[in-house]
Protein backbone atom coordinates (compact mmCIF):
# COMPACT_ATOMS: atom_id res chain seq x y z
CA UNK A 1 0.00 0.00 0.00
CA UNK A 2 1.05 2.99 -1.08
CA UNK A 3 2.20 5.10 1.94
CA UNK A 4 -0.01 9.45 1.60
CA UNK A 5 2.26 12.37 1.27
CA UNK A 6 1.80 14.61 3.94
CA UNK A 7 2.95 18.28 4.34
CA UNK A 8 2.37 20.51 6.56
CA UNK A 9 3.05 24.79 5.29
CA UNK A 10 3.39 27.59 7.82
CA UNK A 11 3.68 30.71 6.23
CA UNK A 12 3.04 34.54 6.09
CA UNK A 13 2.98 36.83 3.26
CA UNK A 14 6.52 37.20 3.04
CA UNK A 15 7.70 33.30 3.37
CA UNK A 16 6.89 29.74 3.34
CA UNK A 17 8.43 26.81 5.52
CA UNK A 18 7.31 23.27 3.53
CA UNK A 19 7.82 20.78 6.11
CA UNK A 20 8.12 17.48 5.22
CA UNK A 21 8.40 13.97 6.85
CA UNK A 22 11.18 11.65 4.94
CA UNK A 23 13.12 8.64 6.18
CA UNK A 24 15.64 10.57 7.81
CA UNK A 25 13.56 12.77 9.34
CA UNK A 26 12.10 16.53 8.81
CA UNK A 27 13.18 17.96 5.87
CA UNK A 28 12.34 22.16 5.89
CA UNK A 29 12.48 24.09 2.13
CA UNK A 30 11.63 27.93 2.52
CA UNK A 31 9.95 29.61 -0.55
CA UNK A 32 10.29 33.82 -0.23
CA UNK A 33 8.07 36.14 -1.75
CA UNK A 34 9.54 38.46 -3.92
CA UNK A 35 7.94 41.34 -3.02
CA UNK A 36 10.02 42.86 -0.02
CA UNK A 37 9.52 45.63 2.36
CA UNK A 38 12.49 47.90 0.64
CA UNK A 39 10.23 47.74 -2.46
CA UNK A 40 7.49 48.52 -1.20
CA UNK A 41 8.57 51.93 0.77
CA UNK A 42 10.25 52.77 -2.89
CA UNK A 43 6.88 52.53 -4.78
CA UNK A 44 4.29 53.84 -2.21
CA UNK A 45 4.03 56.93 -3.49
CA UNK A 46 1.94 55.28 -6.20
CA UNK A 47 -0.33 53.27 -4.41
CA UNK A 48 -2.18 52.12 -7.33
CA UNK A 49 1.27 50.79 -8.26
CA UNK A 50 2.33 49.80 -5.12
CA UNK A 51 -0.67 47.12 -5.31
CA UNK A 52 -0.55 45.95 -8.79
CA UNK A 53 2.97 44.91 -7.89
CA UNK A 54 2.69 43.59 -4.81
CA UNK A 55 -0.64 41.26 -6.36
CA UNK A 56 1.66 40.08 -9.26
CA UNK A 57 4.50 38.93 -7.12
CA UNK A 58 1.63 37.41 -4.06
CA UNK A 59 0.47 35.54 -7.29
CA UNK A 60 3.82 34.34 -8.22
CA UNK A 61 4.32 33.47 -4.83
CA UNK A 62 1.37 31.42 -4.72
CA UNK A 63 2.02 29.24 -7.51
CA UNK A 64 5.75 28.81 -6.23
CA UNK A 65 4.54 26.81 -3.59
CA UNK A 66 1.21 25.18 -5.28
CA UNK A 67 3.69 23.82 -7.52
CA UNK A 68 5.81 22.26 -4.26
CA UNK A 69 2.93 20.60 -2.99
CA UNK A 70 1.28 19.12 -6.12
CA UNK A 71 2.43 15.57 -5.27
CA UNK A 72 0.94 15.87 -2.04
CA UNK A 73 -2.03 13.77 -0.53
CA UNK A 74 -2.49 15.85 2.54
CA UNK A 75 -1.77 19.62 3.58
CA UNK A 76 -1.77 20.86 6.44
CA UNK A 77 -1.48 25.35 5.89
CA UNK A 78 -1.11 27.17 9.51
CA UNK A 79 0.44 30.46 9.93
CA UNK A 80 -0.34 33.80 11.85
CA UNK A 81 -1.67 35.82 8.77
CA UNK A 82 -4.07 35.65 6.03
CA UNK A 83 -1.81 33.93 3.97
CA UNK A 84 -3.05 30.52 4.63
CA UNK A 85 -6.25 31.33 3.80
CA UNK A 86 -5.34 32.96 0.72
CA UNK A 87 -3.45 29.76 -0.80
CA UNK A 88 -6.39 27.83 0.32
CA UNK A 89 -8.65 29.67 -2.11
CA UNK A 90 -6.50 28.86 -4.83
CA UNK A 91 -5.95 25.43 -4.09
CA UNK A 92 -9.82 24.80 -4.16
CA UNK A 93 -10.24 26.73 -7.57
CA UNK A 94 -7.56 24.07 -8.63
CA UNK A 95 -8.48 20.70 -10.38
CA UNK A 96 -5.10 19.13 -8.86
CA UNK A 97 -6.37 19.78 -5.30
CA UNK A 98 -9.90 18.57 -5.72
CA UNK A 99 -9.78 15.19 -3.78
CA UNK A 100 -6.76 16.23 -1.37
CA UNK A 101 -7.29 17.02 2.46
CA UNK A 102 -6.09 20.28 3.16
CA UNK A 103 -6.49 21.76 6.95
CA UNK A 104 -5.90 25.35 7.53
CA UNK A 105 -5.07 26.11 11.11
CA UNK A 106 -3.68 29.60 12.98
CA UNK A 107 -0.69 29.93 14.93
CA UNK A 108 1.84 32.36 16.04
CA UNK A 109 5.62 32.77 15.15
CA UNK A 110 6.85 29.98 15.56
CA UNK A 111 11.01 28.38 15.50
CA UNK A 112 11.63 25.78 12.96
CA UNK A 113 11.63 23.08 15.75
CA UNK A 114 8.34 24.44 16.77
CA UNK A 115 6.98 24.31 13.12
CA UNK A 116 8.00 20.66 12.56
CA UNK A 117 6.70 19.40 16.29
CA UNK A 118 3.26 21.66 14.96
CA UNK A 119 3.18 19.75 11.69
CA UNK A 120 4.14 15.65 13.46
CA UNK A 121 1.33 16.32 15.56
CA UNK A 122 -1.47 17.77 13.55
CA UNK A 123 -0.59 14.60 11.20
CA UNK A 124 0.56 12.48 14.49
CA UNK A 125 3.38 11.26 12.99
CA UNK A 126 6.17 9.25 14.48
CA UNK A 127 9.22 7.71 12.77
CA UNK A 128 7.56 4.28 12.30
CA UNK A 129 4.86 5.91 10.48
CA UNK A 130 5.95 6.97 7.00
Given at each position: MKSKKLI??????SVANL????????VLTAIKSDFSHQ????ISKNESLMHNK???HQSGYYKQIT???KEHDEIF????????NELLN???ADRHFEYKKIDVKDADKMTENQQEAFVKDHFKLNNTNL
Open positions: GIWMDHIEQTPSGFEKTSEQNEAILFGPTTAKLLK
